[in-house]
């Protein structure tokens, strides 16, 4: 609970005010029944004063009256503002919460992101948002104004008679020590939910990002079975932590039902004994409605309690994750001019093997380079080593002949160009997916970036031009115009190191050509550095250097021609990819 208290100190005025009507609320709240029974003793027991003088009774009566009144409005006024303030508080402290826990997120390194469900993160900062709100609610709106209720009802007692102060007295401990007792469990069964909701909202964002592969596949039936699966378990919990509170909330009942039964008797005792009138009877009786009723709902107020310290224990533990390592005093970098590899090997946190070994290159600005190599041989892993989101076990990584690890990665990365294998496209118009790299991009700067990446034919079939929706992940246009996009935002930035990483391996021959010939423009140009991972060996055959990989490591390395002339590995490649096309264009000449 430390954690939310450090959230609450930012708004300890708004707090403070808050706690200050609850107090006003409640104290006002109780002069009502006070008043009533001085009404009760004065015009009530003792209206035979009176005598049938009507005039006189009105006339006494009346201040009485208003005095009630003006306490009730009183006390609707402060619990309005009352109100008003706490949902103040729990909208800033769950904002709060909310945005400190994706900035966190965000800093994170990006291997914490490979190990977890994409939407675990958001359903544990959803689910201690809410209970922080709930549990904020409770505690002013029921545990302080029963404190202080208590606190009212304990002067008044004392004043009235000290034999009734006892039985207050020991209500508080009675409850709490049965309630600490049975609230254990729940704090326990409440961990579990947790870890089964947020596990459900992980497998929730795969399915419905997956949704087209789960709908082509016929595997409906099978996701819900297995989302239902998860959602029987939160179920099982739930119900059992609901058995848990209610068997809390009868066992306090109960004993709540004993006390007030107890004072009851001492109070028609006292009345008996002459040690108190009937007004103080009847104002101790609404006061034991004040105590005893929020008792009653202790469980549930308990159950909040360790559900939110279940949620503020995920939260906490995502806020002391290492976040990405960054140098207190970073080198300048500038204009990235050169790139280098010297000697550079990265292991994933479960591999047992090396991703990549001993990788060493240098490339200058206006050269391009290339990497190639079968499936799993590291190509992409150098690319996440390139961009910063992974860091070398060993060797270093040189920009502008200054170590990665001293720079501002932000720095690198505001002059990256990147064009992933895997297309990420916003909901939201062709426009809209652009500016996500350049904000401050003019139209004409972003049609001439979709030209140079071949999206004439989406531009023609944009009835609203760039202003055209196409949807979460650009669902309405085509794999190769996903692409062509993903490119097109990458030229926009004019970066100065432009990564391809298979950037043309959803796009048509014809297509594959265009963008190539883009490419090739604008390497040819010299004004950046550019990197290729390429599978289709014709998009990089221009390129000043081609490394092969294997296994992780460099095994043959020269120009396009050179690399066919060893007959190694490369040109393996070549002549089945070349074979492969004669066929594609056999077949082709064919169909009539």
């Not at 992101?113 to 993160?121: A, I, K, L, P």
């Not at 009138?277 to 009847?282: E, K, P, S, T």
Request: aromatic residues 8%; proline residues 2%.
């Amino acid at each position: 609970m430390k954690i939310l208290l450090a959230y609450l100190k930012n708004y300890k005025g708004i707090v403070a005010l808050a706690l200050l009507l609850a107090a006003i609320n409640q104290c006002f709240s109780m002069l009502d029944p006070y008043i009533y029974g001085k009404i009760l003793n004065k015009f009530g027991v003792g209206h035979q004063t009176y005598k049938g003088d009507t005039a006189r009774f009105i006339q006494d009566i009346i201040p009485y009256l208003l005095g009630v009144i003006s306490v009730a409005m009183v006390s609707r006024i402060a619990k309005n503002f009352q109100d008003y303030y706490t949902s103040v508080i729990i909208q800033r402290t769950g904002a709060q919460l909310y945005q400190d826990g994706i900035k966190r997120s965000l800093d994170l390194p990006f291997q914490e992101f490979e190990d977890q469900r994409s939407g675990e993160t958001l359903g544990k900062l959803q689910k201690v948002r809410t209970d922080c709100e709930k549990f904020i609610t409770s505690f002013i709106s029921v545990i302080f104004q029963t404190l202080v209720g208590f606190t009212f009802v304990l002067i008044f007692a004392l004043q009235a008679n000290w034999m009734i102060a006892p039985v207050f007295f020991v209500t508080a401990p009675i409850l709490a020590f049965i309630s600490n007792l049975l609230s254990k469990k729940i704090k326990t069964i409440s961990k579990q939910i947790v870890g089964e909701t947020t596990a459900l909202a992980g497998s929730t964002t795969e399915s419905l990002r997956n949704v087209e592969l789960v709908k082509s596949l016929g595997l409906t039936t099978s996701e819900i079975g297995r989302l239902n699966t998860i959602t029987g378990k939160i179920l099982v919990l739930e119900l059992k932590k609901v058995r848990f509170i209610r068997s809390l909330s009868f066992v306090q009942g109960t004993v709540v039902n004993f006390l007030r039964t107890t004072l009851v008797f001492v109070l028609y005792y006292l009345v008996f004994k002459d040690s108190i009138n009937v007004g103080q009877l009847l104002t101790l009786t609404f006061y034991s409605f004040f105590i005893f009723n929020p008792l009653q709902e202790l469980g549930n107020i308990v159950a909040s309690y360790r559900e939110v310290q279940a949620s503020l224990s995920n939260f906490e533990k995502l806020m002391n994750t290492p976040v990405e390592v960054k140098p207190a005093n970073p080198d300048k970098l500038g204009a990235i001019e050169t790139l280098e590899f010297n000697n550079v090997s990265f292991k994933h946190r479960t591999a047992n093997t090396s991703a990549v070994e001993n990788i060493s290159f240098t490339i200058n600005k206006g050269e391009t380079i290339a990497f190639v190599g079968p499936s799993g041989s590291g190509k992409t892993t150098l690319v996440k080593l390139l961009v910063g989101l992974y860091h070398p076990i060993n060797g270093t990584i040189l920009y502008n002949d200054k170590k990665a690890s001293n720079i501002n990665l932000d720095e690198l990365r505001m002059q990256l160009g990147f064009v992933s294998q895997d297309t990420q496209l916003f909901s939201g118009t062709i426009k809209e997916n652009l500016l996500f790299v350049k904000p401050t991009a003019t139209d004409e700067e972003c049609m001439t970036a979709l030209h140079k990446a071949a999206c004439d034919n989406l531009l023609r079939r944009a009835d609203k031009g760039l202003d055209t929706v196409i949807g979460e992940g650009g669902i309405k246009i085509s794999g190769g115009e996903k692409q062509r996009l993903s490119i097109a935002r990458a030229l926009l930035r004019n970066p100065k190191l432009l990564i391809f990483d298979e950037a043309t391996s959803a796009l048509d021959s014809l297509t594959e050509v265009e963008i190539t010939e883009t490419i090739r423009d604008i390497s040819g140009k010299k004004e950046q550095i550019t990197v290729m991972i390429a599978h289709r060996l014709s998009t990089i055959m221009n390129a000043d250097k081609i490394y092969v990989l294997e296994r992780g490591k460099i095994i043959e390395e020269g120009q396009h021609n050179d690399l066919l002339e060893i007959k190694g590995l490369y040109y393996a490649m070549w002549r089945q990819q070349v074979g492969e096309r004669k066929k594609e264009a056999v077949a082709t000449v064919k169909i009539p």
